[in-house]
């Protein structure tokens, strides 16, 4: 008996099945469905209530970017950034023989600045035009920068719990109180009249036979510190003191960036401290019976500013801002919803009252998608610099929301990946500078609430962020206790990022087409 045709309508059959499972499935976790007669594509607009959030002071220490300056913000007030870090022996116990008759040329302090790679040109004569990143204030303003021994020892753990050591962004007296001396002693421009300059650095150098070498190096500060200092500390280090990083980082307890004024405008930037070196650059003898100093030795030590590290925010906010976020409306919503980075403020978002997440639930209803469409307050942002992007997270358990984990859609760089999930900001025009809105779409977390009753409503976060990539948290130095959420901590990335953004809230008082947009779009069979 010949099988064969058989074989053949029981693989169609299967094939038949197998397709009507996947597309049961596919439609059953609420995919878009479109352009079918016995669908309809419905939208609604559920409730939700959006207020404001200090934060107070907040754990600060070892982030991987920092800022330094003074940035006066027209919306929020101004604050100053000072930055402390332990230093490191690039090669721990070095070779330094006083007999040798070591002596110092030169101490290059050196960090280099974040640079738009696309607006990078170079001439014909191997010189580039640099475009900064990250500098915020106006062009070229001037700041008082001195750079001093620190004489406070950050551990590594904390004693009482031999946890990791925390240290908070209110902490600056504990540096301030006990620096050494300025090191960064030389011309203005590298002190009381310091600028974040996108000069390409230039050194040249002379060997022995007196040939000359041209060394560029892209933009960053650039110091000249101390030599009767680093002598003293480094060559003359008593016995044993360089032996291990662990001892150095002890004895020399790093450095203490402190910034002032120094005219009616200021900028403030911000920098991968961890990159930064500090070069001590000597010659000795070849040997001890060596005469002819002509032949003398170059040699160098090089310190790494890694370790441990703390940044130190000091706040003037304007009244404007504080009163906005210092009694939230939780019933309502404010009418302005004040995100600022830093030790600032968030918003909290409530969707859903119960029986509207019944109502989804009731009929099976198939969510197409969900969003949340912020306007930004044009008016109070107008001469304030605006974030790039805001960050929506699972406010009670500090995670991401499922819609980010599952975008994996790649942007121009990787601060605007995920862009699907969204939270970039909307300019007016292109090329313009002025931001209309920030929409972040929230689908998958909706279905999820909408398929499955054992998962729990949570309360939301919004902030702004630096990277979107980063989804690690800080904690708060005072735990905020509030009825229905608790906020122990706070993205790592709001931390770092020295703007803000003024959007308006859910309060009744405000313009329905300015008021913040919960929105989803649903199918229901006809």
Not at 485 to 506: A, C, E, M, R, Y
């Amino acid at each position: 008996m010949n099988t064969t045709p058989l074989k053949k309508y029981i693989l169609f059959a299967l094939t038949i099945i197998l397709f009507a499972a996947c597309d049961q499935d596919f439609n059953g976790i609420g995919t878009d469905i479109i352009g079918d007669d016995n669908f309809e594509i419905t939208k609604t607009e559920p409730s939700v209530v959006a207020f404001n959030q200090n934060l107070g002071p907040v754990q600060s220490n070892n982030l991987p970017i920092n800022a330094l300056g003074i940035y006066n913000n027209t919306a929020f007030g101004e604050t100053t950034a000072n930055f402390a870090t332990q230093a490191v022996l690039q090669t721990v116990n070095p070779t330094i023989d006083p007999a040798l008759k070591p002596v110092i040329e030169s101490v290059i302090l050196y960090i280099p600045y974040f640079t738009d790679a696309t607006k990078t040109t170079t001439n014909t004569d191997g010189v580039s035009t640099y475009t900064l990143d990250s500098i915020y204030g106006p062009t070229a303003s001037k700041i008082k920068l001195g750079v001093y021994e620190s004489g406070y020892y950050m551990r590594d753990f904390d004693p009482a719990t031999q946890d990791g050591q925390v240290y908070y962004s209110n902490q600056n007296s504990l540096f301030d109180n006990v620096k050494g001396q300025r090191l960064n002693n030389g011309e203005p421009a590298q002190n009381d009249e310091f600028v974040f300059s996108n000069a390409e650095i230039k050194e040249v150098t002379k060997d022995s036979d007196g040939k000359e070498t041209t060394v560029r190096t892209a933009p960053g500060m650039r110091l000249n510190l101390d030599i009767n200092f680093f002598k003293s500390k480094i060559l003359d280090a008593p016995s044993g003191k360089l032996a291990t990083n662990d001892v150095f980082k002890n004895y020399f307890r790093g450095l203490y960036f402190k910034v002032e004024k120094s005219g009616t405008s200021s900028q403030l930037a911000l920098i991968n401290f961890s990159k930064g070196t500090i070069t001590i650059k000597y010659k000795e003898n070849k040997s001890l019976t060596e005469k002819d100093e002509k032949d003398r030795v170059s040699k160098s030590i090089v310190l790494n500013l890694t370790g441990n590290s703390v940044n130190l925010f000091q706040n003037n906010y304007l009244p404007i801002y504080s009163d906005g976020i210092a009694s939230p409306n939780t019933s309502e919503g404010d009418s302005k919803l004040y995100l600022k980075g830093g030790e600032g403020s968030m918003a909290v978002i409530d969707i859903f009252k119960d029986n509207e997440l019944d109502f989804f639930r009731t009929n099976k209803f198939l969510i197409n998608d969900a969003s949340l469409t912020f306007t930004i307050d044009a008016n109070t942002m107008a001469n304030a610099d605006e974030p790039n992007r805001i960050y929506l997270y699972d406010l009670n358990n500090k995670k991401q929301l499922i819609d980010y984990t599952f975008d994996s859609s790649i942007g121009s760089s990787s601060k605007f990946n995920k862009n699907l999930h969204g939270g970039i900001i909307e300019k007016e025009a292109v090329g313009s500078k002025k931001g209309v809105r920030y929409k972040i779409r929230l689908t998958n977390h909706i279905r999820n609430l909408v398929s499955d009753k054992t998962v729990t409503k949570v309360k939301l976060g919004l902030v702004v962020t630096e990277n979107i990539n980063d989804v690690s948290n800080k904690n708060l130095s005072i735990p905020i206790t509030n009825s229905g959420f608790n906020i122990k901590q706070i993205p790592t990335s709001s931390v770092i990022n020295p703007l803000g953004t003024v959007l308006f809230g859910t309060n009744p008082s405000v313009a329905e087409e300015k008021r913040l947009k919960f929105e989803i779009y649903y199918t229901k069979p006809n």
